[in-house]
């Protein structure tokens, strides 16, 4: 019954979707559609949404083996019917209200699945080590939590499942993954009520319908946002925690109760507080982050506040910034030598070899892996040079050959020649002299060898066995050879993000996009965003103002963002996003413009000539380190 219904909605979609509404019969070609729309199509979600796994995995499988044209016909059939459901939602009604829409949702789902299991498999497996680390993670939470928390595993989809497929396994769907992201639901979307939904059904066992169980149709800006949503509540969760065992304790206290409070002792912080010394930003964050890991990992939970020494600046998210832009010049400096920068490609990659591997440079890992995990936690964006690779082995996934291009590029072209070589005139033996011994050179210019098997350096590489040596050389590079490091890195990162939703709402790119921003800067968008406070976008000063931006070159324009922001990265969803604000700050004077990065708000002087703003203005972000400006 379930495939001869979708029989049906198939023969429909593509019979409706091959018409030309250009011939005399529009009429009835159009209102065949609106019928179909209206009548048909929802009475076949309404049935396809009550299925069974069973009659679920069927479907899947059935079409996954039809023609690309067929299942994209009904994918735009059921994306027209929800866009059409979403203009008719009545403005005061939530999105997740809908029943029609949460039927085509479902029905959209199992094309989806299909879709996945119909691509060509990418050829990533599942790191060895994966699932050790994180039942590492987990013991580590287990035994430094309060007992009232529990470790959550992120329900994984049961279609996934069946089929062994996720995200990151299929990279060439048979329908592109752009095809099932639905606008106007990313328009209309309340994503904090949908959020809440989540909550529940994840937290107390309740069946909400919400977007969030269906990542397929949300944009990456959706995404970023449901996350933000899901690490403000935990943080507010944890400094509630704190403030109500700081009650309890002082209140038990007070009683002549037995209590570990003391009046001597310091109370707990409902924040993660880390002080820190410019000169020793690395150091400081290090010891105080690794203390943190030890005793209180659940602190890491909190939000962060940041604190230089000697510095005004109260942390509403501006000096955060800062702290993330200093400490990762830093970590990436070559006199770390923790990684290796490509000219060629302009991406950084772990150092195979650093100066001293121990303990210490473990450490480092870790913390730069903590990084990345408090910077997603507290939704700051990063400027870090990681190639597209790094993002498929936190998902889990080990490194390929075709990830060689953006790690070791020369490596990747001279492997592609060994491949692509036609030994008719000469064999690859006597071309190229290869064996299973490669060698590589340390920072300080030593040559290391390492065999990829056994008596490799004894073993020639033959035609026959190329492409086996292909593939031992890239998992050495991007793999065995970086395995302590990674997963130091790694085993930071875990601890801070475990239970947050990111493995299942994001794909390697996408994750990309969140801990980097964008790549692509459309500045038309910071202009269109901006607001102004004593000022209106008619007046001379403004119009001056962006007469000087528009003459600035483009690293002078991400110093401006720096500026205002405390970041020159571009967030996920567009500089839009920003909302940026200038303010007037008095009449024209002596004074530079300066700023409030906490809020994105520019303090602009009413300047009355373009040459004295331009003057002020290039000034100002020539001398903008520290928080002791304003």
Known sequence: MPS????????????????????????????????????????????????????????????????????????????????????????????????????????????????LVGGPL???????????????????????????????????????????????????????????????????LEIDKDYVNYKLNFEDGQKNFTMISFPFILETATKTMSMFYDNRVNQIRERRRVLNRIRHDIEAYENGEETEFSPDEQLPSPYLILRVRREFIVEDALFKLELVAAERPADLRKQLCIEFQGEEGVDEGGVSKEFFRLIIERVFSPDYGLFIFDDETDYFWFNPYPPIFGSEEEKEYMLIGMLFGLAIYNNITMDVHFPPVLFKKILGFDGLFEDLEHTHPSIYRSLITLLQYDS????????????????????????????????????????????????????????????????????????????????????????????????????????EGCRYEGFSEFDKTIRLFWEVFDALSVEKRKKLLEFFTGSDRCPVGGLAKLKMTITKNGPESNRLPSAHTCFNILLLPEYLTKEVLEERLLKALDNSIGFGMI
Request: charged residues 25%; contains cysteine.
């Open 4 to 115: 001869l219904l979708f029989g049906q909605l198939e023969t429909v979609s593509c019979r409706l979707q091959g018409r030309s509404f250009a011939k005399t019969a529009f009429e009835s070609v159009f209102g065949e559609r609106i019928l179909f729309l209206e009548r048909t199509l929802p009475a076949i979600c309404n049935l396809f949404s009550d299925l069974n796994q069973r009659d679920q995995e069927i479907i899947v499988e059935k079409l996954s083996v039809k023609p690309k044209t067929n299942l994209s016909a009904i994918v735009q059939n059921l994306q027209q019917f929800i866009t059409f459901r979403v203009f008719e939602n009545a403005p005061d009604k939530l999105l997740n209200d809908d029943l029609q829409i949460e039927s085509a949702l479902k029905t959209l789902r199992l094309v989806f699945f299909a879709s």
């Open 122 to 188: 990418s050829r990533l497996r599942r790191s060895d080590s994966m699932q050790k680390l994180d039942n590492q993670i987990a013991d580590i939470l287990r035994g430094k939590l309060q007992t009232d928390q529990r470790i959550k595993n992120i329900q994984e989809d049961p279609l996934a499942k069946a089929f062994n497929v996720d995200w990151s396994i299929v990279e060439t769907p048979l329908i592109p993954y752009s095809d099932f992201i639905n606008p106007q639901i990313n328009k209309k």
């Open 424 to 527: 008719t005139e000469l064999s690859i033996e006597d071309c190229f002299c290869l064996t299973y011994e490669v060698s590589s050179k340390t920072v300080f210019g030593q040559t290391v060898n390492h065999s990829l098997i056994q008596y490799g350096a004894e073993i020639p590489i033959t035609e026959e066995n190329r492409s086996d040596f292909v593939f031992r050389y890239s998992d050495w590079l991007l793999n065995k050879s970086i395995k302590k490091q990674f997963n130091a890195f790694l085993r930071g990162f875990e601890l801070v993000t475990d239970e947050s939703p990111l493995k299942v709402l994001f794909r390697p790119q996408q994750l990309e996009h969140l801990v980097c921003g964008e790549r692509e800067y459309d500045w038309e968008k910071l202009r």
